[in-house]
């Protein structure tokens, strides 16, 4: 996650780093990538929770993903997938 040391709206330096995304009964959103999205049961999936960047002066946030890589990883091998 990119570490700025200030708000790219408002520019202050009020920044809460690290601010964990939850959904209703404390669970994490998590994002989802398919490796092969056609399967009926094995998908492949990769799962990867949301951290953000809150501003504490205007609220502006940000969100990032904790593993993009396996995210990225994920899409590429249902990229192969789909040329096949």
Request: charged share 20%; aromatic share 4%.
């Amino acid at each position: 996650m990119p570490q700025s040391s200030t708000c790219v709206k408002c520019g202050s330096a009020d920044i809460v780093l690290g601010a964990r995304v939850l959904e209703q009964l404390g669970h994490d959103i998590r994002l989802r990538v398919d490796a092969d999205p056609g399967a009926l049961l094995l998908k492949g999936p990769a799962l990867c929770p949301l951290e953000a960047r809150v501003c504490g002066q205007c609220g502006y946030t940000e969100f990032y993903a904790t593993d993009p890589a396996a995210l990225l990883a994920a899409w590429r091998r249902s990229q192969e997938s789909s040329k096949g």
